[in-house]
């Protein structure tokens, strides 16, 4: 299959080098010439330290390639994916399957990386999303991972799982678009807060309590939102969760520990040298549960450390003195 791949970071050149491995013909675009030329000539990309490219994987910095692609994918940041989306869109033929990798909620719109891909493509193109616990890095060295392959299409979600599975990458069809990309993108603010916690040297028990409690508003908010609470246990959700906040790989986390440390946001944010999702993420998905008329407190915390400059051990003390309350929604009468 001859697939085109938008977005050079490091998820984006690890599922391109997954995709060659399984025979696929690749083609790898970044915006920049200079880099472009320069991966071609070195066959490393610096956003993925350690990795070499394969030899049959195509870079290039000219869009038009896409034009004789089945498959495009889509991996740039959510931060500047409806720029990338713009920018492929003359070079789509109808018909071919997309797919997002990126996980994020846009800022101003609340829309999910999906909606923006089919707001710039148009409705003449299939669109699946490809989540779950997947560091580029481990991806990179053929490292067990698996994730979700999303598409209310079940032909077209299969055809996804088909085209990057192999024996190290398992890949599963799941029909629940709006559950799978919220939790990607939910659970990266979850990680920059388990990261604070972490810089306040709070423990473990502390950590647990937070990645719990953040899990039952993400299945609050993704059953408001049209998706589906079973959604949140499965691999896009308590997968990505474990991962991206235990990890030494995580940005997110990393980013929050720093915060938690005493460190300027901004200067946290330099510090990690690369996009941390959950920045923006707080603040769509506080924007979003606001809309929904869902309750984040986990979130809005979150957001008020990033954005109000609000002190993270005073942010902590107003959890845990919220109103008492059953932790699921029991019917007393009837149990």
């Known amino acids: 299959m001859k ?21 696929h013909q690749v083609t790898l675009w970044t915006h920049d010439p200079e880099k472009a030329a320069a991966m071609v000539r070195t ?6 330290a350690g990795a070499v490219l ?26 500047i994916l409806r720029r990338t989306a713009r920018t492929a869109a003359p070079h789509i033929r109808p ?21 923006i891909i ?16 997947s560091h580029a890095e481990e991806v990179s060295r053929r490292m067990a991972t ?9 032909a077209v979600a299969e055809l996804v799982q088909k085209t990057f599975m192999n024996d190290m990458f398992r890949v599963y069809a799941n029909q629940d678009v709006v559950g799978v990309e919220l939790c990607g993108a ?7 807060g388990c990261g604070v916690i972490d810089g306040l040297a709070l423990g473990d028990n502390a950590k647990a309590l937070f990645m719990t409690r953040a899990m039952a508003e993400l299945a609050n908010l993704c059953l408001r939102a049209g998706g589906q609470r079973t959604t949140c246990s499965g691999l896009a959700g308590m997968g990505d969760l474990i991962v ?41 998905a506080t924007e979003l549960g606001k809309k929904l008329e869902v309750e984040l407190p986990i979130c809005q915390s979150v957001y008020e450390i990033l954005y109000e400059d609000a002190d993270p051990g005073e942010m902590l003390h107003r959890l845990m003195n919220r109103d008492r309350r059953s932790e699921f929604d029991y019917d007393w009468d009837k149990a």
Request: proline letters at 5%; hydrophobic letters at 45%; charged letters at 15%.
């Open 186 to 192: 939910v659970k990266n603010v979850i990680a920059l």
């Open 43 to 48: 066959r490393k990309n610096p956003a993925l």
């Open 244 to 284: 991206t906040c235990l990890s030494g790989h995580s940005r997110n986390r990393q980013a929050g520990l720093l915060i938690g440390r005493g460190a300027p946001v901004a200067l946290a944010l330099r510090e990690v040298g690369a996009v941390v999702e959950g920045y923006y993420a707080a603040a769509s």
């Open 95 to 115: 018909g071919t399957v997309l797919v997002s990798a990126t996980k994020g909620i846009e800022a101003g719109t609340d829309l999910r990386m999906s909606e």
């Open 3 to 23: 697939i085109f791949v938008y977005g050079s970071g490091a998820w984006g050149t690890a599922l391109s080098m997954l995709l060659c491995g399984n025979g």
């Open 118 to 133: 089919r707001q710039e493509v148009g409705d003449g193109c299939p669109v699946a999303v490809l989540s779950g616990p």
């Open 146 to 154: 698996g994730c979700v392959a999303a598409c209310a299409d079940k």
């Open 54 to 79: 394969p030899r049959e994987l195509a870079v290039t910095s000219a869009p038009a390639g896409a034009e004789e692609a089945e498959l495009v994918l889509l991996a740039s940041p959510s931060n």
